[in-house]
């Protein structure tokens, strides 16, 4: 397959193995599992929005507390649309911000932001407030999305690097799974009427906040991450920070290796972009020409379509939306339901249809996906790095593209006879889950994992942050044209998303290279780049310089390490 590095592809000449992949991986680099864990806070945090949301909404004390929003569709709809906007602000503009003051950060910093959104839309007392607060938490939301994948691959030995990810999405995963057991069960503050506490629905806006804080506070104690510390020319601390996260002594091989790579290629963009932009240029101009250069440069080029392309498809596939559908054939005819994606909009009909009604219609239609979402995110954070990115990629579309078919076609056939045909109704909702269950452990988790190990060290933060932006604006805008597909098109919706799952799967298959099990200094033998003669010159001799041509040069440029430790310190 042209372009295409296959599963055999190793890490050049310098294959790095600190241990076995997936859980085992997990087992042995126990400390990295447990940072990777508490910073994946972040992404419980974007979950437990996007289900916490939907039960607000419907709550009859926020209706009546809102009365000009409740009776408002499209306005209702913005309310969930703003935070998109916001976080996809968010993750754009925190690209240069975890550059220039670290990953660890800006983790605190998009937590405080975060923070300040949540408790005004939990306090909010008029429309105007509660748009203010989406937008702000929208913001926070976007900045831990963009930073908290991109700080763990830079943590990771490329071992279990994408397991240690995927752990970003079993995060969020289990964020909308506990969501609903919230909502669930304050919806009964005061009852389910006229008497309903507004802390039926205050409360599980605010409680969003202890997460927050708790990942705010952890910040002080996480490590900065070994790369970034490359970057900012603070080398000792890199190496000291490589040694206490992958546990072994400053003299293993394995880690000198990792180490020197991640030094030269940090002298390599370094002195690629003094050539470039001079070393007297502002960090301004130099930023705009990075952007620039990720569609220009053909290398970054291709990096930046496989990042942003998967966002894109990601969210045409029909799940990871916010759909607002106004019900009309029942008699909450003035309700707006929120649902978590396309699909799921079928749910509740296919349940009422076979005898199902009340809180049993939202127990099976969320309740039990969200399970499903959380459960099938499991095998790819235990198997991701054996089975490989693309294989993931290709079963998942292949999986989903299934579901869809079976599940349109049945609407298609049967859906003013469910209730005459409750196998049918039956089926179509096995099949839903089928459809979120392959979304869960392929796309879900791979979308995360890939846009923060592709790219070199300088730009690798925007990068990120540019293709988590897509997502956000993907999202945003599946949004606006579901529903009047819903309209329109009604079953037709399902075959329009089946057209992407199959395109997903046809496009990983001859465009998306695999990247399982290679260091993230070596990506640029999967996607081109140092080509050029001049810049494979500057590379060979950076490599000479640093010692890398064999088990002799690593202890040569050790014991250069060592004298000129001596040095400095006879110097003191």
């Given at each position: 397959?042209?372009?295409?590095?296959?599963?055999?592809?190793?890490?050049?000449?310098?294959?790095?193995?600190?241990?076995?992949?997936?859980?085992?991986?997990?087992?042995?680099?126990?400390?990295?599992?447990?940072?990777?864990?508490?910073?994946?806070?972040?992404?419980?945090?974007?979950?437990?929005?996007?289900?916490?949301?939907?039960?607000?909404?419907?709550?009859?004390?926020?209706?009546?507390?809102?009365?000009?929003?409740?009776?408002?569709?499209?306005?209702?709809?913005?309310?969930?649309?703003?935070?998109?906007?916001?976080?996809?602000?968010?993750?754009?503009?925190?690209?240069?911000?975890?550059?220039?003051?670290?990953?660890?950060?800006?983790?605190?910093?998009?937590?405080?932001?975060?923070?300040?959104?949540?408790?005004?839309?939990?306090?909010?007392?008029?429309?105007?407030?509660?748009?203010?607060?989406?937008?702000?938490?929208?913001?926070?939301?976007?900045?831990?999305?963009?930073?908290?994948?991109?700080?763990?691959?830079?943590?990771?030995p490329p071992n279990i690097r994408g397991s240690l990810v995927a752990l970003q999405q079993l995060s969020i995963t289990f964020g909308i799974m506990t969501s609903f057991w919230i909502n669930y069960g304050t919806q009964y503050i005061g009852g389910t009427g006229v008497g309903q506490s507004q802390a039926a629905w205050r409360l599980p806006l605010a409680l969003q906040c202890f997460p927050s804080i708790i990942l705010a506070t952890g910040t002080f104690f996480l490590p900065y991450s070994p790369r970034w510390l490359m970057n900012q020319g603070r080398e000792d601390e890199a190496l000291h920070t490589l040694v206490k996260l992958r546990r072994v002594p400053e003299t293993d091989h394995r880690l000198q290796t990792e180490f020197l790579e991640i030094k030269a290629a940090r002298m390599f963009d370094q002195q690629t972009k003094d050539e470039k932009f001079g070393k007297d240029s502002s960090r301004f101009l130099v930023a705009l020409q990075e952007y620039k250069e990720l569609f220009v440069a053909p290398h970054l080029r291709r990096r930046t379509m496989v990042a942003c392309l998967l966002q894109v498809i990601q969210q045409f596939t029909g799940i990871s939306m916010l759909?607002?559908?106004?019900?009309?054939?029942?008699?909450?005819?003035?309700?707006?339901?929120?649902?978590?994606?396309?699909?799921?909009?079928?749910?509740?009909?296919?349940?009422?249809?076979?005898?199902?009604?009340?809180?049993?219609?939202?127990?099976?239609?969320?309740?039990?996906?969200?399970?499903?979402?959380?459960?099938?995110?499991?095998?790819?954070?235990?198997?991701?790095?054996?089975?490989?990115?693309?294989?993931?990629?290709?079963?998942?579309?292949?999986?989903?593209?299934?579901?869809?078919?079976?599940?349109?076609?049945?609407?298609?056939?049967?859906?003013?006879?469910?209730?005459?045909?409750?196998?049918?109704?039956?089926?179509?909702?096995?099949?839903?889950?089928?459809?979120?269950?392959?979304?869960?452990?392929?796309?879900?988790?791979?979308?995360?994992?890939?846009?923060?190990?592709?790219?070199?060290?300088?730009?690798?933060?925007?990068?990120?942050?540019?293709?988590?932006?897509?997502?956000?604006?993907?999202?945003?805008?599946?949004?606006?044209?579901?529903?009047?597909?819903?309209?329109?098109?009604?079953?037709?919706?399902?075959?329009?998303?089946?057209?992407?799952?199959?395109?997903?799967?046809?496009?990983?298959?001859?465009?998306?290279?695999?990247?399982?099990?290679?260091?993230?200094?070596?990506?640029?033998?999967?996607?081109?780049?140092?080509?050029?003669?001049?810049?494979?010159?500057?590379?060979?001799?950076?490599?000479?310089?640093?010692?890398?041509?064999?088990?002799?040069?690593?202890?040569?440029?050790?014991?250069?390490?060592?004298?000129?430790?001596?040095?400095?310190?006879?110097?003191?």
């Open positions: 397959m042209p372009g295409v590095v296959t599963d055999s592809a190793m890490a050049g000449d310098h294959a790095i193995e600190y241990g076995p992949a997936g859980y085992k991986g997990f087992l042995k680099e126990i400390r990295i599992f447990g940072l990777a864990c508490f910073a994946t806070i972040g992404g419980f945090l974007f979950g437990y929005d996007q289900g916490i949301i939907s039960g607000v909404l419907v709550m009859h004390s926020f209706k009546t507390h809102f009365p000009n929003l409740s009776s408002d569709a499209g306005l209702e709809g913005w309310v969930v649309s703003i935070m998109t906007l916001g976080a996809m602000v968010g993750a754009f503009i925190n690209g240069p911000i975890s550059d220039r003051f670290s990953r660890r950060w800006s983790i605190l910093i998009a937590n405080i932001i975060f923070l300040i959104g949540s408790a005004i839309q939990a306090a909010a007392e008029n429309v105007a407030m509660l748009f203010v607060g989406r937008l702000i938490f929208g913001v926070g939301v976007g900045m831990l999305a963009m930073v908290c994948p991109l700080y763990l691959s830079e943590l990771a759909l607002y559908w106004k019900t009309k054939d029942n008699e909450h005819a003035n309700n707006v339901t929120e649902l978590t994606d396309a699909i799921i909009y079928y749910a509740p009909q296919f349940f009422e249809a076979i005898g199902l009604s009340g809180n049993s219609v939202n127990l099976l239609a969320t309740g039990v996906v969200g399970i499903v979402f959380f459960l099938s995110t499991i095998p790819a954070v235990m198997y991701l790095d054996r089975w490989g990115r693309r294989k993931t990629l290709m079963y998942g579309a292949t999986g989903m593209s299934i579901a869809q078919l079976i599940v349109a076609t049945l609407y298609a056939v049967y859906k003013d006879t469910f209730s005459s045909h409750p196998s049918a109704g039956w089926t179509a909702c096995v099949f839903v889950w089928v459809y979120i269950g392959t979304f869960a452990f392929s796309i879900a988790c791979v979308n995360w994992i890939m846009p923060s190990e592709m790219f070199p060290p300088a730009i690798r933060g925007k990068a990120v942050g540019l293709a988590i932006a897509f997502n956000y604006l993907s999202n945003f805008v599946v949004a606006l044209i579901t529903p009047r597909m819903l309209e329109s098109i009604t079953f037709g919706t399902f075959y329009f998303f089946l057209v992407f799952c199959l395109v997903l799967g046809i496009w990983t298959y001859f465009c998306v290279p695999e990247t399982k099990g290679v260091p993230i200094e070596e990506m640029d033998k999967l996607f081109g780049g140092n080509d050029g003669e001049g810049d494979l010159r500057r590379i060979a001799e950076i490599r000479e310089q640093l010692g890398m041509g064999g088990s002799a040069g690593l202890k040569s440029n050790l014991l250069r390490k060592e004298k000129s430790s001596e040095h400095i310190e006879n110097s003191v």
